[in-house]
């Protein structure tokens, strides 16, 4: 299982992406996104592209290994991490 911090931050950069486009709220921040909360409004019936093991199972598994999938999510995360501080 892919081990995610919750913090929000792909929520908040999916502007500009055209898989993500009809979640985009028209800042480039996802529409279900609870500022608030730093959390998913609907997380129990989110889209399966915001699932990423699902989303393994379902478009990936034939083409990437597991582990190297998780750490390309990783290495996405780490990106908005490091984006975050400048």
């Known amino acids: 299982m892919f081990k995610c911090d919750r913090c929000g931050l792909c929520c908040q950069n999916i502007g500009g992406n055209p898989v993500y486009s009809d979640l985009d709220n028209g800042k480039g921040t996802c529409?279900?996104?609870?500022?608030s909360t730093n959390l998913c409004r609907i997380y129990k019936n989110r889209p399966l592209?915001?699932?990423i093991d699902e989303a393994y199972d379902l478009w990936f598994k034939n083409s990437i290994g597991?582990?190297?999938y998780y750490e390309l999510n990783n290495e996405a995360c780490n990106i908005l991490k490091k984006n975050r501080r400048k």
């Open 31 to 35: 529409r279900y996104f609870d500022e």
């Open 49 to 51: 592209k915001c699932r």
């Open 66 to 68: 597991l582990e190297d």
